[in-house]
């Protein structure tokens, strides 16, 4: 199907795949072709071509005018492939169940890489970067697929695709909300008493509360979808979940049922768990336990942490430093406080002899003129002993390159058993979790040869690293170590290190690909092995392993090290100079009074140590749940250009935000604030619901939002504005275009009035030129005329020895062809 965009074309061309010649006029022209599936329509590429005419100036003495076609190439890439849940209606795709599922598709090439955003659809993390994603549900609502392609890093371009579930628009009118209904399972005796909705357990320390959510129903049929709130922290999305364990208190358990188009009802249930009188003997030893634990305040409030370390400064090495935090409620002197690195052996340990107070969440740095500790580069520890307690360490068994901050963060570490099912190319693997998953993984910090590369040499090291890759790890179980620092990439591929379990040791196989020169080491980014890893591929050049004894790949590999050392020493331009940490860019969008920090104990020379751990969890839930609640904060404001929401939470928060069946997601500011504009708007009364979900994954639904009631002159307002707006842009395009025309018409009329007066100016020369020439030639056949004359007559007047027959015979004969001549 063609589209020739103001050409002239014969009829019945534009579905001609052959269409022949078109006739355009001066001017740019787009000109677009779609082809279609045969059997499936709804499967079709297009592409575009822009074709202007233009004239070229005359110039005097050149050429005669000539008309110019240019045509101007653009980039493009392959449309998104709908290979199955939806129809093409009335030029546009639709689909009408309770959920589509619609499965996508993008023809690449061998060096495509996929992103797509399927638009508020349920998909699967990991069909994020695929070109050929599975199958995505979508609910009813409107829906935009953007697909952007990229080779290299470079965006080639981008796509999208609209499409609309229909189901609840047509079904709106007779869907009916669902029931919620809690019952109480299991045996009400004299402990526990039900009464309505309120159970009573008498006089126990704690109660076991079994509940189900059977009873809840749908008179459309459609399936449920269960929301517990136990009202002590604990969730559950089961329609049957296990008994729930209560303390003494109060409680309101809730119970959400959504259909899945739109329908939700909400039921709550009560409990209360009243335990036994105390006795006098136990509140006398509450009261001296609680004046014991005042008495030893300083000791209670001891909570330190080590939140950076930094083992090998660039430069001197008095600038090592280590960095302390008081996470505790209140200020402490830690006067008394130990400094040490390895417990049994190592330097002199650091006692603080003077006075320093700290405040709550505040940080002091102790340098190595200070303490005098050594630390170790390629492996130690720092501790924190205080009355003969660890409060708390870190450590590590690496070399630490120049400038690396040690961190709780960037040391937690998680190693598990994988098994290898696939081996991709030589730096990336397909792996099957403990929990039976599959995941793309790729190694950290190395870098092998493409196995397909435009340089044959750097192609043929490519196969040899992934077969070396293969022998060592293909249908084996390995030990896959991923850290918190680099988890994933930006392909969503897991990132982590492998070791090959050998007799009773650990092969580290990331450094060996690098050792044996299979690989380069890979420094885009930074990460803990990274000076282990420089020293061994130093070794691997040195005595020309693998791809380092070639010249021209040596060649290549040195350059691409180079650029990504580059790219490295960018990133690490964050740390701040002289002897200043790293800048900590973490957000923590938690009010503070609802955090703590876990502490663990554990056993170390036959001693039970506390030591504070540096995950946080949260002190009171519903207190915590409470304060979303009141703090949360939403408006609603009808403007012109649509229904515009705006509001309050937590600092960068993730929202989901309702209006009836339409759905859209924002991310609050660093002050908490958000806003959002609906401008697809249908006349009625729409509920609004909220979602906010925090740091730690707790999801909070805000409760007692009033409902939106939009006026049917209000909707028809904004479509009314809207296509003013369009009226506007397209009559002032028109403007634009008959400006031009009419700039190119004058320009066209200059032209020809110049070539006119260019023409007489040339007729002009040309007519006097032949004036002039024409003069001196009849003077001389007049002059001739007149002298032949002359001497003719005296001829005749004097005689002689010639007669007049004989001249005239002489005349005749001799002069005959120059007489006819002069005549003619």
């Not at 499936?40 to 004239?55: A, C, D, L, R």
């Not at 371009?157 to 047509?170: A, V």
């Not at 409680?251 to 959400?256: G, K, V």
């Amino acid at each position: 199907l063609w589209s020739f965009s103001g050409g002239t074309y014969s009829s019945g061309t534009t579905q001609k795949c052959n269409p022949g010649y078109v006739s355009y006029g001066l001017g740019e022209y787009k000109i677009e072709l779609k082809v279609f599936e045969k059997l499936n329509p709804q499967n079709f590429k297009e592409n575009y071509i822009f074709v202007e005419n233009i004239k070229k100036k005359r110039v005097i003495g050149g050429s005669s005018i000539s008309k110019k076609v240019k045509i101007k190439e653009t980039k493009f890439i392959k449309e998104i492939i709908i290979q199955s849940g939806l129809n093409l209606e009335r030029g546009r795709f639709i689909c009408n169940e309770q959920k589509c599922k619609v499965n996508f598709k993008y023809n690449k090439s061998s060096k495509d890489v996929c992103l797509w955003d399927f638009g508020g659809g349920d998909f699967k993390e990991k069909y994020l970067h695929t070109c050929n994603p599975g199958v995505i549900y979508f609910g009813p609502g409107d829906y935009k697929i953007k697909l952007k392609v990229t080779q290299s890093n470079k965006l080639l371009g981008e796509k999208s695709l609209e499409f609309s579930n229909i189901y609840q628009s047509y079904n709106q009118k007779t869907n009916t909300n669902p029931v919620a209904e809690i019952s109480l399972q299991g045996v009400v005796g004299k402990t526990k008493v039900l009464s309505g909705n309120l159970l009573k357990c008498n006089l126990v320390d704690k109660c076991s509360v079994n509940l189900t959510g059977e009873e809840s129903y749908d008179l459309d049929k459609n399936d449920l979808a269960y929301r517990w709130d136990f009202g002590n922290g604990e969730f559950s999305d089961k329609k049957n979940p296990s008994s729930i364990w209560y303390s003494p208190g109060k409680y309101t358990i809730s119970l959400e049922v959504s259909d899945g188009v739109g329908g939700i009802d909400k039921k709550e249930f009560f409990v209360e768990v009243i335990p036994k009188p105390k006795k006098e003997k136990d509140i006398i030893k509450e009261k001296k336990d609680l004046v014991d634990s005042e008495e030893k305040n300083l000791e209670k409030d001891m909570f330190l942490l080590i939140t950076k370390v930094l083992p090998n400064p660039k430069g001197v090495d008095n600038n090592e430093r280590i960095e302390l935090k008081n996470i505790g409620e209140y200020p402490i002197n830690i006067k008394g406080l130990i400094i040490d690195d390895i417990l049994e052996k190592g330097s002199k340990q650091y006692k603080v002899k003077k006075d320093i107070i700290l405040q709550y969440n505040q940080t002091y740095r102790f340098y190595k003129f200070d303490t005098k500790l050594n630390l170790n580069n390629a492996g130690d520890e720092v501790n924190l002993i205080y009355n003969n307690k660890v409060l708390d360490s870190i450590s590590w068994n690496f070399s630490v390159r120049d400038n690396y901050i040690l961190t709780h963060k960037n040391l937690e570490i998680k190693r598990q058993e994988v098994f290898v099912d696939k081996v991709i190319d030589g730096d990336t693997l397909l792996i099957r979790l403990e929990s039976g998953e599959l995941e793309k993984l790729r190694l950290i910090g190395v870098d092998t040869p493409e196995i397909k590369h435009p340089r044959k040499k750097v192609e043929l090291y490519g196969k040899k690293a992934s077969l070396f890759t293969k022998r060592y790890l293909e249908g084996k179980t390995v030990i896959l170590e991923t850290d918190i620092q680099n988890y994933r990439d930006k392909y969503g591929r897991l990132l982590g290190y492998v070791f090959i379990k050998e007799k009773n040791k650990e092969i580290f196989f990331n450094k060996l690909l690098i050792e044996t020169g299979n690989a380069r080491g890979y420094y885009k980014f930074d990460f803990k092995y990274i000076k282990d890893f420089e020293k061994v591929e130093k070794i691997a050049k040195k005595n020309l392993l693998g791809l380092w004894q070639d010249k021209e790949v040596k060649k290549i590999f040195l350059k691409e090290t180079r650029v990504d050392k580059k790219a490295l020493e960018q990133t690490l331009k964050s740390i701040e100079q002289d002897n200043k940490l790293f800048v900590d860019l973490d957000k923590n969008n938690i009010p503070d009074e609802f955090e703590e920090y876990e502490f663990k104990t554990i056993k170390k020379d036959d001693k039970s140590i506390t030591i504070a751990t540096f995950s946080k969890k949260i002190k009171d839930y519903n207190a915590y749940s409470d304060f979303i609640q009141k703090s949360f904060i939403i408006k609603t404001s009808f403007l012109k250009s649509g229904l515009k929401l705006t509001g309050k939470t937590l600092p960068n928060t993730p929202l989901t935000i309702w209006l009836g069946d339409l759905e859209v997601n924002l991310v609050s500011d660093n002050n908490g604030n958000f806003i959002y504009i609906f401008d697809s708007l249908k006349a009625g009364v729409f509920y609004l619901k909220v979602r906010v979900t925090d740091t730690f994954g707790n999801t909070f639904f805000i409760e007692n939002i009033p409902d939106v009631k939009i006026k049917k002159d209000y909707v028809l307002g904004i479509i009314k504005r809207a296509e003013e707006k369009r009226i506007k842009r397209i009559n002032k395009q028109k403007k634009k275009y008959k400006r031009k025309l009419k700039k190119q018409k004058s320009s066209k009329e200059k032209k020809q009035a110049n070539k006119d007066n260019i023409l007489l100016e040339i007729n002009k020369i040309n007519k006097e030129e032949k004036q002039e020439s024409s003069i001196p030639f009849l003077f001389i056949i007049l002059l001739t005329v007149m002298f032949f004359v002359l001497g003719l007559f005296v001829l005749l007047k004097k005689g002689g020895i010639f007669s007049t027959q004989n001249l005239l015979s002489i005349i005749k004969n001799e002069y005959k062809e120059k007489i006819f001549l002069i005549i003619e």
